[in-house]
């Protein structure tokens, strides 16, 4: 029998050394992100729970894409969520997730990941759920760099 999973998930993390609060102040400035970002190179709107954003995604290796996700959770300096479908959820869904813990007085881990579901998301799976992975790393590494005082 053949169990096929209602939910894909891509999950990637880094430690960054840094208190989770400077790291917070850096994923929380929507309108500065796109200065460091290599992944989103534009997001705007206000952090609040219900609202929209304008989000702009570039995967290494693959074309960018304008989305406006609603945010449905916003926990400083510890979680923000936003989920985005570009019709009804039962053909595509994407709930984005940023989370950061703490290690320490000066070190936090910063987890990136996204749940995917919906009729279509095999063919996320098949052809964007690669790029889409490197451009997490991308994104994880620059936040790092410049959390940690070394972005060039």
């Known amino acids: 029998m053949i169990k096929l999973r209602s939910t894909i998930e891509l999950r990637t993390s880094i430690l960054i050394e840094a208190p989770v609060q400077n790291v917070w102040r850096l994923l929380s400035d929507l309108q500065g992100m796109g200065s460091w970002n290599p992944y989103i190179?534009?997001?705007?709107?206000?952090?609040?729970?219900?609202?929209?954003?304008?989000?702009?995604?570039?995967?290494?290796?693959?074309?960018?894409?304008?989305f406006q996700p609603i945010i449905i959770k916003v926990n400083p300096p510890f979680e923000l969520r936003w989920v985005w479908s570009p019709t009804v959820p039962c053909v595509f869904r994407g709930e984005h997730i940023f989370e950061l813990s703490t290690q320490g007085p000066k070190k936090c881990v910063f987890v990136h990941r996204e749940l995917f579901s919906g009729l279509f998301m095999w063919f996320h799976r098949i052809f964007r759920y690669d790029?889409?992975?490197?451009?997490?790393?991308?994104?994880?590494?620059?936040?790092?760099?410049?959390?940690?005082?070394?972005?060039p």
């Not at 997001?43 to 304008?66: D, F, H, M």
């Not at 889409?132 to 940690?148: S, V």
Request: glycine share 8%; aromatic share 6%; charged share 30%.
């Open 41 to 66: 190179l534009k997001a705007e709107g206000n952090l609040k729970e219900g609202e929209s954003l304008e989000i702009t995604a570039c995967p290494p290796r693959s074309y960018c894409r304008t």
């Open 131 to 151: 790029d889409t992975r490197r451009g997490f790393i991308a994104f994880n590494n620059a936040l790092k760099l410049i959390a940690e005082g070394t972005n």
